[in-house]
């Protein structure tokens, strides 16, 4: 049995070439099942734009997931470390204690979401309040998932305000070392305010 079509030809070319591109474009938008925003106004955030660099698996994973495969990787931890020296430390330490910038290493987090990594990248590629413009311009989304693993690596949190961390990885974390200039910045403060 065949179906007669009363669309002309060109028409239903037209229409065909239509539904195809629509598919393509669709497919990215069908394989991210994560939406980034702007954790100022809560737009979504444009993850095109930016420097850019090789799209390696750790980002395909994290944009699809939120999970930073980096977090447990020692040389992406050290190269992590180099980034943040270099582009952020200005504001939020060498040891992310804090100057201008809040501390990066406790469990006191400016936004909330920061406790898990997507959470944590989003104020980072779209930028924050007060200071803390948007970083694409000028990390890498790789750059900026070795720079959060690193951050994560010097936590001196609590486990339990550590979203990032899987349950079994909770229960065997020891916080990193409480940096020095932190600790007395953290006494000078309760004295003045207890």
């Known amino acids: 049995m065949t179906i007669k079509t009363f ?3 060109k028409i239903r070319g037209i229409a065909l070439l239509t539904v195809s591109v629509l598919s393509v474009v669709m497919i990215p938008v069908a394989q991210s099942q ?15 734009f930016g420097k850019k660099g090789e799209k390696t698996e750790a980002v ?3 944009l699809n997931t ?4 980096y977090n447990t990787d020692d040389e992406a931890i050290k190269a992590g470390e180099s980034l943040f020296m270099t ?13 201008l910038g809040p501390a990066l290493g ?30 694409y311009n000028n990390l890498t989304k790789d750059e900026i998932l070795h720079i959060m693993a690193w951050v994560r ?18 229960a065997n974390f020891k916080p ?11 006494d000078n403060f309760n004295k003045t305010h207890h």
């Open 7 to 9: 669309l002309p030809k």
């Open 34 to 48: 994560l939406v980034f925003r702007n954790t100022v106004t809560g737009d979504v955030l444009d993850l095109s």
């Open 60 to 62: 395909e994973h994290f």
């Open 66 to 69: 939120g999970e930073n495969l």
């Open 87 to 99: 582009a952020c430390s200005g504001c939020h330490g060498h040891h992310a204690e804090g100057k």
């Open 106 to 135: 406790d469990d006191y987090y400016t936004y909330p979401k920061n406790a898990n990594d997507k959470g944590l990248f989003e104020p980072i590629y779209g930028g924050a309040r007060s200071m803390m413009g948007p970083q």
């Open 153 to 170: 690596s010097v936590y001196w949190g609590s486990a339990d305000k550590a979203d990032w961390l899987t349950e079994e990885q909770k």
């Open 176 to 186: 990193a070392e409480v940096p020095e200039d932190f600790k007395e910045a953290m």
